[in-house]
């Protein structure tokens, strides 16, 4: 498996690069292997460490470490989500079961800043869900009604609210979670990985080729190695279904994004100097957008079944036209040519919206899979899939367990038409909100 990425990740660009990278380069033996070095293969590791200060532990990276959809996303850590099919009150137990599992996740990601200090631009200012479209009103209710049996915080906003806080006219309405956190996420990754203990052993772009158990061993080869380990954690996310994991219950989404250069004083004043906000569309394809913390506009408005391990730098620019647009549509007083650096990233999904997170064999066990939801959800089955493999159970483990577990998919090539139907259904459906 090998994954090439762009390099126009503002969140990785901003941060400094590193020069303490090792590439697999040989054959070795250790008693933990994670395969992934995103939020869920750290936190594996990091708390395996802690558990196993004498044990040989190795991590391992296709690319870069941090650097795949840990540090692509938009940088939202969520308390709750809309579009996750529990819309209803005859779903109201099994989305309490999911903010369960955000709410743990939140926590998860504050206990490690606390401890170490991270600086991630940390900004606890909610969340909104926002349309430009008056009809979708009446989902905002119903899902304010659902938010208020659980006891959420939140509250209704209209065109004229809504213009003083974000800087723009387009949505006439949105509903504001008070519980949602903004941050960097590269700078939260990076943070992981310069925090790795000490018998924890990183090694990056080094692809898995193949894997098999061998009686009680797992044999794991690479381009310019192998590695044979007593138990295996696959913490790869989106490419879990290319290494042949619970391949019919997860699939690859490629997402597109696109940063703003800093505004300047004068543009920033002509929106009316908003502080810091974040929206996420109320129909599943519309745009998720943020105002950072440094005066940049993010804009993520595409999704689509592709090739997950590459895209080409024309169709990156393909794709950047329509972040283009929908900034405009949204701040039209701001010039054209503002955009700084487009990227995709690839996301897991699951049928019914649900994580994996489980013991596959004896000695194997994988966690990913989590709807657009990996920054909390992603460090905290990172953690406790690493208790689990070593045969502990927590409290954690056993909310995780309590969710509705993900549904089997239909085989290729039913899946990929299936899948594409649906984004095309979705993507009209939201046109206006692009």
């Known amino acids: 498996m090998e994954v090439i990425n762009d390099n126009g990740c503002s969140w990785i660009n901003d941060l400094n690069p590193r020069n303490n990278i090792d590439k697999l380069s040989s054959n070795l033996d250790c008693e933990w292997l994670i395969v992934g070095a995103g939020y869920t293969g750290l936190s594996a590791a990091r708390k395996l460490g802690q558990l196993y200060p004498n044990q040989k532990i190795i991590l391992v990276d296709a690319q870069l470490a941090g650097e795949g959809a840990s540090s692509r996303n938009s940088g939202y850590l969520v308390d709750t989500t809309l579009n996750d099919g529990f819309t209803s009150n005859k779903e109201l137990e099994s989305y309490k079961k999911k903010v369960d599992i955000y709410k743990l996740g939140i926590e998860a990601v ?24 008056t009809e979708d009103k009446k989902i905002l209710e119903n899902f304010s009604d659902i938010l208020s049996k659980l006891g959420f915080e939140h509250n209704l906003l209209s065109n004229k609210e809504l213009k003083e806080r974000l800087g723009t006219n387009f949505y ?19 943070a992981m990985i310069d925090t790795l203990p000490e018998n924890v052993k990183l090694y990056e772009n080094s692809s898995l080729l193949n894997w098999k158990k061998i009686n ?3 044999i794991c080869n690479f381009i310019n190695g192998s590695i044979k380990t007593k138990k295996i954690i696959f913490c790869t996310n989106g490419f879990l279904k290319s290494l042949g994991i619970k391949s019919n219950y997860n699939f690859p989404i490629t997402l597109t994004a696109s940063m703003t250069r800093t505004l300047t004083d004068e ?8 502080k810091e906000w974040g929206v996420l569309p109320v129909r599943p394809m519309g745009a998720t957008i943020r105002m950072t913390k440094n005066k940049r506009i993010l804009i993520r408005n595409t999704a689509e079944v592709y090739n997950p391990f590459k895209m ?5 620019l393909k794709r950047s036209i329509n972040q283009k647009l929908g900034i405009k549509k949204r701040f ?10 487009s990227w995709s990233g690839v996301v897991s999904r699951t049928r019914n919206s649900s994580q994996i997170f489980e013991k596959v064999d004896k000695n194997i066990f994988v966690a990913g899979c989590y709807n657009g939801s990996g920054i909390g959800v992603g460090t905290l089955f990172g953690e406790q899939i690493a208790i689990k493999a070593s045969n ?9 367990e309590a969710r509705n577990k993900p549904t089997w998919l239909p085989p290729q090539p039913f899946l ?3 899948v594409k139907a649906r984004l095309f259904y979705e993507r009209l459906r939201a046109k206006s909100e692009i």
Not at 110 to 133: L, M, P, R, T
Not at 172 to 190: C, D, E, F, S, Y
Not at 332 to 341: M, R
């Open 216 to 218: 009680e061993t797992v």
């Open 172 to 190: 006439n309405i949105a509903l504001h979670t008070k519980g949602g956190i903004l941050l960097h996420p590269g700078k939260l990754v990076r």
């Open 332 to 341: 039209p007083q701001l010039p054209n040519n503002i955009i700084q650096s």
């Open 416 to 418: 990929n038409i299936g």
């Open 267 to 274: 543009e920033f004043t002509s929106i009316g100097e908003p």
């Open 392 to 400: 502990e159970s927590t409290r954690e483990i056993k909310i995780i």
């Open 312 to 316: 080409s730098k024309s169709d990156l």
């Open 110 to 133: 504050k206990k490690f800043i606390k401890e170490h200090q991270v600086d991630c631009d940390w900004n606890e200012c909610g969340k909104y869900f926002a349309s430009s479209k």
